[in-house]
């Protein structure tokens, strides 16, 4: 059984209104990690950041707002589903993305279909590795 899903998208990274420039994100979906997905970000001249958050979390984002920390996703323009708009934030820094509903849903759709949104607790191997999956994200927190 394929253990993880990935995928490539183009995001917009909007630095100001007048200024954005299209980067390359991988997405990761691992069913080791069945809550989690990961977004690697490409910036040019800078290595490459990786930030983990809930499943639900993007796929709630894509119809309406959602997320209160430091990751919130929404769509771009309410009652379309043409874009999404993801921010991301560390303390006082912040960094807004956008990017097509289309290729996000292709990736959820695909994350479903290793492991089905509500039937994650049905892995008996994350339970039993629940420790070790939480100390990985916090750790690329910290490291980003």
Do not use: C
């Not at 630095?15 to 994100?25: A, G, M, N, Q, Y």
């Not at 479903?112 to 949104?117: A, G, I, R, Y």
Request: charged share 30%.
């Amino acid at each position: 059984m394929r253990e993880s899903v990935e995928a490539e998208v183009m995001m917009n990274f909007l630095v100001s209104e007048e200024l954005s420039f299209r980067i390359p994100v991988e997405l990761t979906y691992e069913a080791a990690d069945p809550y989690a997905v990961r977004m690697t970000f490409h910036l040019p001249g800078d290595a490459p950041v990786t930030w983990a958050f809930g499943r639900e979390l993007l796929l709630d984002g894509i119809n309406r707002p959602a997320g209160d920390g430091d990751v919130r996703v929404e769509p771009s323009v309410p009652e379309e589903l043409s874009d999404v708009h993801i921010r991301l934030q560390v303390g006082g820094d912040r960094a807004l993305f956008r990017a097509g509903v289309a290729p996000l849903v292709a990736f959820l759709d695909r994350t479903d279909k290793l492991v089905p949104l509500g039937q994650e607790w049905t892995l008996g191997e994350f339970d039993e590795h629940l420790e070790d999956a939480l100390g990985r994200i916090l750790a690329e927190e910290n490291a980003g």
